[in-house]
Structures are given as C-alpha cells and as structure tokens.
C-alpha cells in the first residue's frame, strides 16, 4: 500500500467523521470526562456527544497544574543559575 493510497483514506475518514459530525443533532451530551492530550496525562474535562463523540464543552485547565509546571520551570531555572555560578569560581 502507497504512502498517497494511505493518505487518501485517511483524508476521507477523516471527511466522513466531520459529514457525521455536521449532521449530528448533539441531543446525547455525556458528563464532564477526563480529557487525556496523551496516554495518562489529564489537563481538564470535557463533554462531548455520545454519538459522535465531538467535544462540546470544555472546563477551564485546572490552576493546580498550571501552578505546578510554573513552580518546576523557576526551580530548574534556579537550578541552572546556581550551576552556572559555580562553574564561574
Ligand atoms: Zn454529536
């Protein structure tokens, strides 16, 4: 099977999803589910439609995390500084 064959297909699944989106009425809306950017991490909660599985509404990333990651970026940074510094004596 040719990369272009491959490619094809996957451009018209991908246009059959988004046909069957356009035409979903959405009347089936899920509660509020982890949503996963990739394998085991969590950023926030969505709900999306039962049927088609299109994303419908989307909570806020949780402050926490964002905390987090912030608090880890300055600590390495610090990090680096303190490295440098010693490298210089
Ligand atoms: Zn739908």
């Known amino acids: 099977m040719s990369d272009e064959k ?3 297909m996957l451009d018209r699944h991908k246009q059959e999803i988004e046909d069957f ?10 509660d509020w589910i982890p949503f996963m950017w990739a394998p085991g991490h969590f950023s926030h909660h969505v709900k999306v439609c039962e049927r088609c599985y299109k994303t419908i509404e989307e909570s806020m990333p949780q402050p926490v ?3 987090e990651v912030t608090s880890s970026y300055q600590t390495e940074h610090k990090w680096k500084e303190n490295d440098k510094k010693e490298k210089d004596l």
């Open 21 to 30: 989106r356009n035409n979903c009425p959405h009347s089936v809306i899920s």
């Open 65 to 67: 995390i964002k905390a």
């Open 6 to 8: 491959y490619k094809q």
